[in-house]
């Protein structure tokens, strides 16, 4: 039982413009959500994070925008540049464990 | 300040054999967490350990196991390996419980020929 998706496996953006990374999560208990970022052969860093109090978080290029009605978030990145290339995966966590749930990623490429 | 270290980075095993992987966590983080990831389905928990007890677990078959020593240091085992247990082995560490606030090492790559 998939509890967060990432229905896209894999985004093409030019350089400059806007990239656009969903998420849905099922568990209603989920109150904090993050976005990592992974190069190959590295582990996930983390970018950037909303609680469910907000409905949007920026930071510089990245913006996380989080919908709790329909259990989505996405993550914007404008201007996309080639160094953004990565796999990015969301997160959720919440309830008695609080321990972090992944989404499956969706691979971003910004062609030049 | 030195990150997560994960060994060794990269191994090859056969099916049936054993392995066993190292991690250690960022000076003054208690909390180490495993996870596996394979293309597809993403990163899935394994396990948390803290002060040397596991806290949490995923949903993964008794063939993975783990464990933490005083130091903080954790190494996970998998046993009888198959082929689908072929992935990148992460772990990631905190100061507290695993949550929100979790680094990363770079990860194990097994592969199960």
């Known amino acids: 039982d998939q509890q967060v998706k990432q229905n896209s496996p894999s985004l093409s953006v030019q350089e400059g413009r806007i990239s656009i990374l969903n998420c849905d999560y099922t568990?209603?208990?989920?109150?904090?959500f993050l976005w990592y970022k992974k190069y190959p052969a590295e582990g996930p860093t983390f970018l950037i994070s909303?609680?469910?109090?907000?409905d949007k978080n920026e930071d510089g290029r990245f913006t996380v925008f989080l919908n709790k009605s329909a259990k989505h978030l996405s993550l914007h990145i404008v201007p996309s540049q080639p160094g953004d290339s990565a796999v990015y995966f969301c997160?959720?966590?919440?309830?008695?464990?609080?321990?972090?749930?992944f989404g499956t990623g969706t691979l971003l490429a910004v062609q030049p | 300040k030195a990150g997560v270290t994960q060994t060794p980075r990269y191994l090859i095993k056969t099916r049936g054999q054993q392995v066993t992987l190292s991690c250690s966590p960022i000076?003054?983080?208690?909390?180490v967490s495993w996870y596996q990831q394979t293309p597809g389905q993403g990163l899935q928990f394994l396990f948390e350990y803290f002060s040397e007890t596991q806290r949490n677990k995923g949903n993964f078959p008794g063939r993975f196991s783990g464990r933490q020593f005083s130091n903080s240091r954790s190494e996970m085992n998998v046993s009888t390996l198959e082929l689908g247990d072929s992935a990148l082995y992460l772990c990631?560490?905190?100061?507290?419980?695993?949550?929100?606030?979790?680094?990363f090492g770079e990860g194990s790559r097994l592969t199960v020929l």
């Open positions: 568990n209603s208990m989920f109150d904090y």
């Open positions: 000076s003054g983080h208690r909390s």
């Open positions: 990631a560490s905190s100061r507290g419980l695993a949550g929100v606030s979790q680094f």
């Open positions: 997160a959720a966590a919440g309830g008695a464990t609080n321990k972090l749930i």
């Open positions: 909303i609680s469910s109090i907000k």
